[in-house]
């Protein structure tokens, strides 16, 4: 596992918009590893040095509220527009085909940029996410009329100012049986907490969580024909309860699944030696 300062002394910055943050080892075929909201790549930091012995690891820090850089006002922050974000950060590294892997509401953002970018993927591999109707889980609908509230996102952050709430189920305890306050307060959430503008990125994305993209996106990828391999974290039964992988699973014409059963929806934070395996097995025997 990688420390949160050595992570934060590794990212690298993108020179896109006002920048954007990523971290890059290895070589090899290319993983591109996406977050959920109020998080960034350090939620990989378990599974990043293994893997990063035998791929291109790239995690790209997305503007979703746990990012370190604030993007311009202008810049469009629907699942659309952070799509089109992505594909400028890939040709910025000159990237040709790769492996997205994608948890939590990446996962939703994955299937967006896989539904309008399907030549640029070689494969991807889900975990708990967002799909057709539900974007997002029904826990956190209230978030896109509540981000319109005056002073509703500084009491958030003042909320996640205090560690001891940071693991409650009313705010990111039931994502995660392993991970720790501490490591939610450092690696996660702290440039909300301490950055307006970036609390700013956060509600311009939140307003954009709507089903139609994940519908429309689930059309689209009816002809998906790169390989897909969903991992479901089993403890996860009230945000991506399984009933979501089923659908997950029928979106894609080439997909498979398999369990977790120890871990909620951070896999990679619960279960990282079984996340580990259960990629290189995926590319081992299906991109290969």
């Avoid at 591109?32 to 930091?45: K, V």
């Avoid at 799509?83 to 939590?104: G, M, Q």
């Avoid at 799909?131 to 958030?156: G, N, Q, T």
């Avoid at 897909?228 to 945000?239: E, P």
Wanted: proline content about 6%; charged content about 20%.
């Amino acid at each position: 596992m990688i420390s949160f300062a050595t992570y934060s002394e590794q990212l690298k910055i993108a020179p896109l918009d006002n920048g954007i943050s990523y971290w890059e080892k290895g070589n090899g075929p290319v993983l591109l590893f996406l977050h959920g909201a109020l998080g960034n790549g350090y939620t990989w930091r378990k599974i990043l040095p293994e893997l990063s012995q035998h791929f291109r690891c790239i995690a790209i820090h997305l503007p979703l509220g746990g990012h370190q850089i604030a993007l311009s006002k202008q810049t469009d922050l629907s699942p659309a527009g952070i799509s089109r974000l992505l594909n400028d950060f890939v040709e910025y590294l000159k990237l040709d085909r790769f492996t997205i892997v994608a948890n939590d509401t990446g996962g939703a953002y994955a299937q967006v940029f896989a539904s309008l970018y399907p030549q640029r993927i070689r494969g991807m591999i889900l975990s708990n996410c967002e799909v057709k109707k539900v974007f997002p889980p029904a826990s956190f609908v209230y978030l896109r009329y509540a981000v319109h509230i005056p002073y509703f996102l500084f009491v958030m952050s003042r909320l996640f100012s205090k560690k001891k709430w940071l693991k409650s189920s009313f705010v990111l305890g039931k994502l995660s049986v392993q991970v720790t306050s501490e490591e939610l307060s450092q690696g996660y959430v702290h440039s909300f907490v301490h950055d307006p503008a970036i609390r700013d990125d956060f509600k311009k994305a939140v307003i954009h969580w709507r089903p139609y993209y994940t519908i429309t996106a689930a059309k689209k990828l009816q002809t998906f024909q790169s390989p897909v391999l969903i991992i479901w974290g089993g403890l996860d039964t009230s945000l991506f309860p399984k009933k979501l992988m089923q659908q997950l699973l029928n979106v894609f014409p080439h997909a498979e699944w398999q369990e977790i059963p120890e871990a909620r929806t951070y896999i990679q934070e619960d279960a990282p030696e079984k996340t580990i395996q259960l990629i290189n097995k995926f590319i081992n025997e299906k991109l290969n």
